[in-house]
């Protein structure tokens, strides 16, 4: 089981996590929303708590609590800048299909 960053999301984190001062890297989870069935959710996290399960790639730390790790398993975490525009995006091979506004997706 694994999540990855790209480059660019692992210097968009590490850059984040430095002007913070504090936090131990990011948190990735999924909660059971939108119209698809699960939205992803974000956060950098301060500490690791019990039944989180933590990788590391390009020297951050990605915490992912145990029941959002079947969903996201696999998952190429991006950042991308479009104009004024910028997101983290998500390579996840568990999605079979997203809702059109891209908040959401189905497995």
């Given at each position: 089981m694994t999540v990855k960053l790209t480059e660019s999301a692992a210097h968009r984190v590490a850059s984040y996590?430095?002007?913070r001062g504090h936090g131990v890297g990011l948190r990735v989870g999924v909660k059971k929303t939108g119209c698809s069935g699960y939205a992803y959710q974000l956060d950098?996290?301060?500490q690791v708590e019990d039944g989180d399960v933590v990788f590391e790639d390009r020297g951050v730390k990605l915490i992912v609590d145990n029941s959002s790790l079947p969903f996201v398993d696999g998952t190429e975490v991006d950042f991308v800048k479009d104009g004024l525009n910028e997101a983290f995006r998500f390579r996840n091979p568990n999605a079979k299909g997203e809702c059109g506004c891209g908040e959401s997706f189905n497995v």
């Open positions: 996590l430095q002007k950098y996290a301060d």
